[in-house]
């Protein structure tokens, strides 16, 4: 019988860890991508065509005082990370000093458009 219970718990362990993944991209300030995101014309029916991407990522770069981060991967996704994830990267900026851009990776699950992050650090 305890033999059962560790390998069904084993096994449960090893399924919730083959959930994590790594996201890479670059580190944004949530709250002003999200609006740089939503600061579209209604009627415009090409929205893709008009927007330069890198200009936002460039213009909502990380501040010393942001608190709430997401990161943009290179095929244009942006995922919010969750609350232990902002205080990482609040760590991370604080750490690192002023930069105009943080390539970062990413250990974590994602969950819709929410990283839960196990860890943080600089891409190489």
């Known amino acids: 019988m305890a033999l059962t219970l560790q390998?069904?718990?084993l096994l449960c362990l090893s399924s919730a860890l083959s959930f994590a993944e790594?996201?890479?991209g670059v580190l944004v300030d949530a709250k002003c991508y999200a609006a740089e995101e939503r600061n579209v014309n209604p009627t415009d029916t090409e929205t893709y065509v008009d927007r330069d991407g890198n200009l936002e990522i460039r213009y909502c770069h990380p501040r010393l005082k942001t608190t709430s981060f997401a990161v943009v991967t290179p095929n244009g996704q942006s995922f919010v990370l969750d609350s232990a994830g902002n205080a990482k990267?609040?760590?991370l900026v604080r750490k690192t000093g002023k930069k105009q851009g943080y390539e970062v990776a990413i250990a974590g699950g994602v969950s819709k458009?929410?990283?839960?992050?196990e860890s943080i650090s600089l891409a190489k």
Request: net charge negative; proline share 0%; aromatic share 0%.
């Open 22 to 24: 790594t996201v890479s």
């Open 113 to 117: 458009h929410t990283i839960q992050v």
């Open 7 to 9: 390998v069904v718990s």
């Open 89 to 91: 990267a609040v760590e």
